[in-house]
């Protein structure tokens, strides 16, 4: 019969071969061309999702503020009740977000480690400690939370990361080797500068680290390179004990085996000795404290706390003999140092200029033996100052040392958010199962102008955020880049829509991260990412968001979900003709514009105003080193995109007695002339997102009114009752027995006020609901006028929305009187908003009722709404009085920095929306699934060198 591949046994394959690959050749290779979509299988982004589609349904409820409404006689009543929209979160039922975990000192008061005197520690000051125990016992410190430990990474020239020094064989023959090995063996994460590099290890204690009136203990290694603050972690989750599993085969500087036992240390920050300029002892007020003075002015100082003096000197001696090795300078004089004194208490705390630590937590905790301080000449330090000691349930999230910006102030004192339970390396997992994305990035890089040190530290921080965004995008998700520098001239480089889970693709977008601030060009190579333009003009935000337009308005196939993230430390501000031209196109490519200004130097104006046009989010990264955990969790709340093009109806069933007069708290919203009607177009909703929207109803009396006018005009007897009342028979008389009057006047009615339907578009199953299967109907008890007026209590969450809401308006106004300069009406406004938040919350905590003698007690569900009205509000004021404070202490510093907190808040409680658990307000919101899952990797991440 012939071979297989002879024509005439198969007539025509040669050919269809022959002509499929001819296709395929003369298809030319276009480098701005997006990638096609794969439409094989399922649309979710993720090669493990479900195939099985059913269709995603929101949770709907409609309350009114009172349970039942008493009519009175005037002509109208008003009426409030709440919608509320909700997308119930799939993540497994647990406090997130909320309290972290109980500590497990908590649970132990009968080990004698409670309190300061049960550590057993020697007091005895010694540099080289001749023998060492290597096994840690379990210390007492609160852990981190899983909390933006990339910071730590230090904002200085990365030519150290690359030149690791050979140190001889001698000077690693130290007392200290088995430290060094026990390091080594349990901090998982080095932050991509390894234990080899450090040099040898010089010293090591158990110190206190303050700023300000915070205290925090960390065990602090002075190696000959830099100097680095570690903590114990001490919960062991499932996903801890999987990854040490699963690190064995692991390079020993990237997941070292934690040996069985042993507490699992973190890296919580680094200075490098070449950095710092000086070293002086600040003690006063009975404190003995080292304060250490970095190069760069911009960098604050940080204090370490002893507990002798012998101790402090030995350690300043230390330091100060590196740092005069590496700037090749004399040792100064006893004397000289003695004199020299740096800034004080006041100082630190009057100009927020503190020591680079802790930003937010305020617990101080007792510590047990530990292995590095158990050998009868190590050293010991200073336990915290007791003066800063608080409750633990006041303790937040922790920031790390490093050479980094200063950290934020406007973080309170409320419970940890827990994003996730794993500590180990993220950049192994794969991508959480989402729904096909197209994600556009348009970020502002340094300038050729910049300062070479502030431009490589952002530079580097951008690179970190989009390999993790790379890393974390699901097989058929699209990404596109846009960078632009701002100015003359200004370089635009920008990817088409590429394919992450295709090699060639990823290729490129790789290759785009790392020419990312390369101003000498890759060996003469033209960019193939570079759009060519006019020297001449002017690259501004503007200009970056067209260009990722471009690519959005150009495509050709799209993703179920699009989105675009626009970070811009940008300080030049646009011209009105310019937004007006990007908000039109902006709403013909219906995306959402999600803001992040970067630093304190960036223009908010046209982020905000591109955000709230949009429906998107802005968000103010105070902290460079923030940069990724906010963005993660942006990407993330993209990912968590459960319904999209959600509307909803909502319809006057009795519009003889109702009508809807204002829709608030809501996107945009259309009231129907009549107030029969409304459309509301809610757009997103994201799986644990609560959209909550206040509706102003009225009813109409005119029926009540109107049958008490006629009664009143038949009062005058008639013929027969005259008739009656002449006969003496007036008892008898039936006019004050009207059945039907008296009947309805008296007459408990329920009433239906308006039903709520809907239509969406479930981007999973790739369907589209027209309608709900049964709307929601809210009826309202109506009860007949009474002369006694009842003392009824509004609903907690509608009093919770209401003062949001308010806090939000007054908010934006004082800031636009803030940009006008009228500084006392915006303090004006502000404290008349504090006082009737004050007052809310005084009026709405005495329904509560008192605890029991042990302080539990069992609460119902209205009690329950009522302490989350509380503890939103309580965040509020929080929010209000740093706007004050930083207001009335310096108000040209104001519009740089707290004017863009107030304008993000403002839109948090607006919009419910929130993208990290910074502050309180925004942990409030933060709930979306794959937002809170996607910062806890990203807080694991491990950079790249």
Same mark, same amino acid.
């Given at each position: ?753 308006? &039903?709520?339907?809907? !239509?969406?578009?479930?981007?999973? *199953?790739?369907?589209?609901? +027209? @309608?709900?299967?049964? %709307?929601?109907? $809210? ?24 003062? &949001?809401?308010?806090? !939000?308006?007054?908010?934006?106004? *004082?800031?636009?009187?803030? +940009? @006008?300069?009228?500084? %006392?009406?915006? $303090? ?39 302490? +989350? ?77």
């Amino acid at each position: 019969m012939g071979a297989r591949s002879d024509p005439g046994v198969y007539p025509g394959r040669d050919n269809a071969n022959r002509s499929a690959r001819r296709g395929v050749e003369e298809r030319p290779y276009d480098p701005t061309a997006d990638d096609t979509l794969d439409n094989n299988g399922s649309v979710r982004s993720h090669p493990g999702a479900e195939q099985n589609q059913y269709i995603v349904s929101p949770s709907i409820q409609v309350k009114p503020e009172f349970t039942s409404l008493t009519r009175t006689n005037e002509p109208t009543q008003p009426l409030t009740c709440i919608v509320i929209i909700e997308l119930p979160g799939k993540r497994v039922p647990s406090h997130v977000p909320g309290p972290a975990m109980p500590e497990p000192y908590h649970h132990r008061s009968n080990n004698g480690h409670d309190s300061f005197n049960g550590r057993t520690v020697s007091r005895q000051a010694s540099i080289i400690s001749e023998s060492h125990q290597s096994n840690h016992q379990q210390s007492n410190h609160p852990q981190s939370s899983s909390y933006q430990d990339q910071y730590s990474t230090s904002p200085v020239d990365t030519e150290f990361s690359s030149n690791v020094h050979g140190y001889p064989d001698q000077e690693k023959d130290t007392p200290f080797v088995a430290i060094v090995e026990d390091l080594r063996s349990r901090i998982i994460d080095w932050k991509g500068h390894p234990l080899s590099g450090l040099g040898p290890l010089r010293m090591y204690n158990l110190l206190c680290v303050r700023r300000d009136s915070l205290v925090r203990e960390f065990y602090v290694y002075l190696f000959k390179e830099a100097l680095i603050c570690v903590v114990e972690e001490k919960k062991r989750s499932l996903g801890r004990l999987l990854s040490n599993a699963s690190d064995k085969d692991a390079d020993d500087g990237l997941a070292p085996v934690v040996v069985q036992g042993k507490g699992v240390l973190r890296l919580k920050g680094r200075i490098y000795v070449r950095h710092i300029k000086q070293v002086t002892a600040t003690s006063s007020a009975g404190e003995m404290s080292l304060t250490i003075d970095m190069e760069d002015e911009k960098l604050d100082s940080f204090i370490l706390i002893f507990n002798d003096k012998g101790m402090l000197e030995i350690w300043r001696q230390e330091i100060q003999s590196l740092v005069n090795m590496f700037h090749g300078q004399k040792p100064k004089t006893q004397e000289s140092l003695d004199y020299e004194r740096g800034p004080s208490l006041e100082e630190f705390g009057g100009n927020s200029k503190a020591a680079r630590i802790l930003s937010g937590s305020t617990a101080t905790t007792t510590s047990t033996a530990d292995s590095l301080l158990n050998s009868a000449r190590s050293t010991r330090s200073s336990s915290t100052s007791h003066g800063s000691v608080v409750p633990r349930q006041n303790s937040t999230k922790l920031q790390p040392l490093g050479e980094d910006d200063e950290c934020s102030n406007y973080e309170t004192a409320l419970p940890l958010v827990t994003p996730h339970l794993s500590m180990g390396p993220s950049n192994s997992l794969s991508p959480l199962p989402h729904s096909a994305l197209d994600l556009i990035l348009v970020i502002s890089v340094p300038p050729p102008s910049a300062t070479p040190s502030t431009a490589g530290l952002k530079v580097r921080v951008i690179k970190t955020t989009l390999d993790f965004i790379l890393a974390s995008l699901g097989q058929k998700d699209r990404l596109s880049l846009v960078t632009f520098e701002v100015g003359p001239g200004g370089k635009v480089r920008k990817t088409p829509f590429l394919c992450p889970g295709r090699a060639q693709s990823r290729g490129r977008l790789t290759k785009f991260i790392d020419e990312i601030g390369d101003r000498e060009g890759v060996h003469g190579v033209e960019d193939e990412f570079l759009v060519k333009g006019s020297k001449d003009e002017k690259t501004d935000v503007v200009t970056a968001v067209n260009h990722g337009l471009d690519n959005v308005l150009q495509r050709k196939n799209r993703n179920p979900i699009s989105g675009m993230l626009l970070v811009s430390d940008a300080a030049d501000s646009t011209r009105r003709a310019q937004m007006d031209l990007v908000l039109a196109r902006a709403e013909a490519a219906n995306v959402a514009i999600h803001s992040f200004g970067y630093g304190r130097s960036h223009d908010p104006a046209s982020l905000w105003l591109m955000s709230n046009h949009t429906s998107g989010t802005y968000t103010f990264v105070k902290d460079w080193y923030d940069l990724r955990d906010c963005i993660a969790g942006c990407v993330g709340g993209l990912m968590s995109i459960g319904l999209m093009n959600m509307k909803l109806h909502m319809k006057i069933v009795d519009g003889n007695r109702f009508r809807i007069r204002k829709v608030s708290g809501g996107p945009s919203s259309i009231v129907s002339s009549d107030g029969h009607d409304v459309d509301v177009d809610i757009g997103e909703l994201r799986y644990g997102e609560r959209k909550e929207m206040l509706i102003e109803l009225e009813l109409d009396n005119s029926d009540l009114t109107e049958r008490n006018y006629h009664r009143g005009l038949h009062s005058s007897p008639n013929a027969t009752d005259q008739f009656v009342q002449s006969m003496g028979l007036d008892s008898l008389s039936m006019g004050d027995a009207d059945l039907v009057d008296g009947m309805m006047d008296h007459m408990i009615d329920e009433v239906p006020v308006f &039903e709520v339907g809907g !239509s969406f578009f479930d981007p999973a *199953a790739g369907k589209q609901i +027209s @309608r709900l299967a049964h %709307p929601v109907l $809210l009826t309202v008890t109506l009860l007949p006028p009474s002369p006694r007026s009842q003392a009824t209590t509004s609903d907690p969450v509608i009093v919770r929305r209401r003062m &949001e809401l308010l806090a !939000s308006d007054m908010i934006t106004r *004082a800031l636009v009187l803030v +940009s @006008r300069k009228n500084f %006392p009406q915006a $303090l004006k406004i502000m404290g008349e908003t504090k006082r009737i938040l004050h007052t809310v919350l005084q009026t709405i905590s005495r329904s509560l009722p008192a605890p029991n003698a042990n302080g539990t007690m069992a609460r119902n569900r209205k009690e329950i709404l009522t302490l +989350s009205a509380v503890r939103a509000m309580q965040g509020i004021l929080q929010d209000l009085q740093l706007l004050t404070e930083a207001l009335e202490e310096n108000k040209e510093l104001f519009a740089h920095d707290q004017r863009n907190f107030g304008a993000q808040q403002a839109m948090i409680l607006r919009d419910q929306k929130s993208w990290s658990g910074r502050s309180a307000t925004e942990r409030l919101f933060w709930t979306t699934d794959h937002s809170i899952e996607l910062v806890g990797r990203s807080t694991d991440w491990i950079a790249r060198d």
